[in-house]
């Protein structure tokens, strides 16, 4: 006996048409002989095909050409005939309708097949074998290539293959009613087959068709089995027979509603686990949300769209900055909230017409569709909850890019702090973003500051180097102006000087010596003017120095000359002391700024001293 494969490969069909006027004119003597051992049943309608199964090579080959009762036999060259109903059962061979793909599907789409036994179905195979006092009693449903037991009584079998069952027969479109066989020993489709021949030893078979539960396809058979032949089955016995097939489709109907009502429970379980997974991540989402917001160094608030705009979220930054815990502000209107924290009544009012402002924005803006209630509280609860973390990124919840351009603002403000001793204020920048509903109604603003002080401390130093930037720029350009404009008088009178230095009257004249050191005089005054110019060259890195040789001796007595005089109006004596192992050293460098230096060092000397 083997089992059923729902899977089965398609069988090859071969398909006789005998004549229906071969039939008629000549009857078949094996049709007699039928009747004559006492089976009541249908021979096998001209529309039937007959099916071979896969080659066993356990069995003896048999004939590929099959015949219908009253076909004309193939010429002698051929294989001989082989006709099941003259001949005996054929193995691997069995009759079917021409729509049996059609009854396969719609069996296999009930599902019934290789379910696990079920209490009502034996209790129909049991009233069978009651109440017709026989040993076997099965519901059989007819597959592809094998027939499956749902329920049997008197067999410890699961099935057979399709070529051993009578119920093939059962459920062939063409068998009207219930499908009897008196005596399967002499009857000649059947007295070959195993299960007459051997174990269980069919003698009596009656099989009613089970129908499909929504059309009036055959697609099992409830059948009654015996040991013994009968000699009759009357129409009584046939209907009852027919009613228990009947109640076996009524089971298979309530079969498909459990089977719908555990795929329900099933799906419904599955979503509710899912559901309660979504929750559980929902509500770990929206606790990571409120700790980033928590912890977030920007001061974070949110206010409902209510009347009075009362508080929704505090972070802890804006405890930090106001002094008011979120405890004291959560649920309070927002004007009395900041009543001590931002000085004057017009800061306030400022920054509630704002808010105001973005929620009149933000709904003007949202499609007309959208502006409805409902929707799912926790997906609106998380929605809600994740709107100020979706702010503090610029993508607030459910808002589009245009309504976000539209309805975002921000304000300047300045937050004291009354509970710090030096009561500080921080100048913050609010930038205000609706919150929006899944389904497009505004349900808030979020408000996500910026600490603006050290931002203005930063703008206000960059303006203090700016503008003494330009302060040495002028500097430069006055510098360089003064020192051009004083060269040429300057450069005039030593031209002047020299040439009285160089006239013979004036060389050995009394006052020759105060020519000399008027023109030294000059000497310095150009090259200080000329130093003035060099302060810009200086800042731009681009100062040169002069590489010449000189004396020690020279540029002494040149200091000395121009400090001489000052030292003559305080009464005080200037006296050169030098070596002369150094006076006349010879030394390679800028003497001009070395001057400089000694006459800055005797300036301070003459300044300080008061007599000597």
Not at 141 to 166: H, N, P, Y
Not at 316 to 322: A, D, L, N, P, S
Request: hydrophobic residues 40%.
């Amino acid at each position: 006996v083997r089992r059923m494969g729902c899977a089965a490969s398609s069988p090859v069909t071969r398909v006789g048409q005998p004549s229906m006027e071969s039939n008629a004119q000549q009857p078949h003597a094996s049709s007699a002989r039928g009747a004559a051992a006492g089976t009541v049943a249908t021979p096998t309608p001209p529309a039937a095909a007959w099916h071979e199964a896969a080659p066993d090579p356990d069995r003896a080959p048999h004939h590929e050409v099959l015949c219908h009762p009253g076909q004309v036999p193939p010429p002698a060259s051929l294989e001989p005939p082989t006709n099941p109903h003259r001949e005996g059962w054929l193995a691997g061979k069995w009759a079917s309708s021409s729509n049996d793909a059609e009854r396969v599907a719609a069996l296999r789409e009930l599902g019934i097949l290789l379910t696990a036994r079920e209490p009502a179905f034996d209790r129909l195979t049991q009233l069978g074998a009651a109440l017709f006092k026989v040993p076997i009693c099965l519901i059989s449903f007819v597959d592809q290539e094998e027939q499956w037991f749902k329920s049997v009584v008197g067999l410890e079998e699961e099935g057979t293959g399709r070529d051993l069952a009578f119920c093939t027969y059962t459920t062939l479109h063409e068998t009207p009613g219930v499908f009897v066989v008196l005596d399967a020993r002499e009857d000649p489709r059947f007295k070959g087959n195993p299960l007459v021949r051997g174990p269980p030893h069919v003698a009596f078979y009656a099989g009613a068709p089970v129908y499909h539960t929504g059309t009036r396809l055959k697609v099992g058979s409830f059948c009654i089995i015996d040991h013994v032949p009968r000699t009759s089955f009357g129409a009584e016995e046939q209907r009852q027979l027919q009613l228990l097939a009947d109640h076996v489709r009524h089971e298979l109907i309530s079969h498909a509603t459990r089977a719908a009502d555990e795929r329900k429970a099933k799906a419904l379980a599955a979503l509710s686990s899912e559901m309660r997974e979504t929750q559980r991540s929902l509500e770990a989402s929206v606790a990571n949300y409120r700790n980033l917001i928590e912890s977030a160094n920007a001061p974070v608030f949110a206010v409902l769209n209510a009347q009075l705009l009362p508080v929704q979220l505090w972070n802890r930054r804006m405890e930090h900055i106001t002094g008011i815990r979120a405890e004291s502000a959560i649920g309070k209107p927002i004007m009395d909230v900041f009543e001590f924290a931002i000085e004057g009544s017009y800061q306030r009012r400022e920054l509630v017409v704002a808010i105001r402002s973005v929620l009149d924005r933000a709904h003007d803006a949202m499609p007309a569709a959208g502006d409805t209630d409902g929707g799912d509280s926790a997906s609106a609860g998380g929605a809600a909850a994740a709107a100020p973390m979706a702010a503090l990124t610029g993508q607030s919840a459910n808002l589009p890019d245009a309504i976000r351009l539209v309805a975002n603002r921000s304000v300047d403000i300045q937050i004291v702090n009354p509970a710090s001793p030096r009561g500080e204020a921080t100048q913050v920048q609010i930038v205000m973003t609706p919150i929006v509903h899944e389904r497009g109604r505004v349900t808030g603003v979020v408000c996500i500051g910026e600490d603006t002080s050290e931002r203005l401390r930063l703008e206000a130093e960059h303006m203090k180097a700016v503008a003494l930037e330009k302060a040495d720029l002028a500097k430069s350009a006055f510098l360089a102006s003064l020192s051009h404009e004083m060269r040429t008088p300057l450069n005039g009178m030593i031209g002047m000087l020299e040439l009285a230095l160089h006239d013979p009257q004036l060389r050995h004249a009394k006052g020759a010596r105060f020519v000399r050191q008027a023109w030294t005089s000059s000497r310095l005054l150009l090259n200080l003017i000329s130093d003035c110019h060099d302060i810009a060259k200086i800042e731009a890195g681009q100062l040169s120095l002069v590489d010449e040789v000189f004396t020690p001796l020279h540029v002494a007595d040149v200091a000395l000359g121009v400090v001489a005089g000052d030292a003559r109006k305080k009464g005080l004596r200037l006296a050169l002391q030098m070596p002369h192992s150094v006076r006349d050293l010879r030394l390679s460098g800028d003497p001009h700024r070395v001057a400089r230096v000694l006459i800055n060092l005797l300036y301070n000397s003459v300044k300080f001293t008061s007599a000597g």
